[in-house]
C-alpha cells in the first residue's frame, strides 16, 4: 500500500473514537434548534451569572445545519488524516486543551465577544495537534505543509477577517480569534512529543 493511500485510509485502530463522540454530540444538539443553541452557545454574561456548561456546550451547538454540516464534514477528513497520530486519551486531551484556551482567550482577551457557537475553534486545535504529532512519522512533508496552511490561514483571519466560505456557511459572525486560541490550545498538546522526538538519542 502507497504512503497516500495509508494516508487516506479509515482508522483501523479505536484512536477515532473520542472525535466520533464529538461528532454525534453535535449532531443531537443539532436537533435541539433554536432552543438548543440558546441553552448551550458561549454566553459571557450566562457564564458570569453561573452557567459554566456553555463553556463545554459552546463549541458543541452551531448556528444552522450549514454551519454544522461544514464542521462536521471537517471533523471527518481530520479523523482520517490524523486519529492514529494520537491516542484516544490523547485526542481527548487535544479536545479539552482547545476548548479551555479558546474559554480562557475569549473570556479574558476578547471582552467584546458576548456570545460564540461552533466546533471550529476546537478544529484548529485538532489540525495543529494532528499535524505537529504527525512531524518525525511517515508522513513528515505533508505534516508541514497543513502546518503551514494553517499558520497562512490564521495570517489570513488576522489581518483580513474570516475566510468568505467559513463566514456564509456559519450563517451568523465567525469569531476568528477562537480559530487561533483553538490551534494554541492543540499546538500544547503535541509540542512536549514532538521536542521529545526530537531530541531523544538514536542509534
Not at 461528532?23 to 451569572?49: D, K, M, P, Q, S
Not at 494520537?86 to 476578547?110: F, N
Not at 476546537?122 to 505534516?143: D, F, M, N, P, Y
Amino acid at each position: 500500500m502507497s504512503a497516500l493511500n495509508r494516508k487516506l485510509a479509515l482508522p483501523s485502530g479505536s484512536s477515532w473514537w473520542p472525535l466520533a463522540g464529538v461528532a454525534l454530540l453535535c449532531l443531537v444538539l443539532g436537533f435541539g434548534a433554536e432552543e438548543a443553541r440558546e441553552w448551550g452557545r458561549y454566553e459571557r454574561e450566562a457564564i458570569e451569572a453561573g452557567e459554566f456548561w456553555r463553556l463545554l456546550t459552546g463549541h458543541l451547538v452551531h448556528s444552522g445545519w450549514s454551519h454544522l454540516w461544514l464542521n462536521l464534514a471537517a471533523l471527518g477528513l481530520l479523523a482520517v488524516l490524523f486519529a492514529e497520530a494520537r491516542t484516544p486519551l490523547g485526542w481527548l486531551w487535544v479536545l479539552l486543551s482547545s476548548a479551555v484556551v479558546i474559554d480562557v482567550g475569549l473570556y479574558l482577551l476578547q471582552p467584546g465577544v458576548a456570545w460564540y457557537v461552533g466546533l471550529s475553534g476546537v478544529l484548529h486545535g485538532v489540525i495543529a495537534a494532528g499535524s505537529l504529532s504527525s512531524l518525525g512519522r511517515e508522513q513528515t512533508k505533508s505534516s508541514l505543509v497543513i502546518v503551514a496552511a494553517l499558520l497562512a490561514k490564521l495570517g489570513f483571519e488576522h489581518w483580513f477577517g474570516p475566510l468568505p466560505l467559513t463566514q456564509s456557511a456559519s450563517a451568523g459572525p465567525v469569531v476568528v480569534a477562537a480559530h487561533l486560541y483553538g490551534a494554541v490550545g492543540g499546538a500544547m498538546t503535541a509540542i512536549p512529543g514532538l521536542w521529545h522526538h526530537h531530541c531523544t538519542p538514536r542509534d
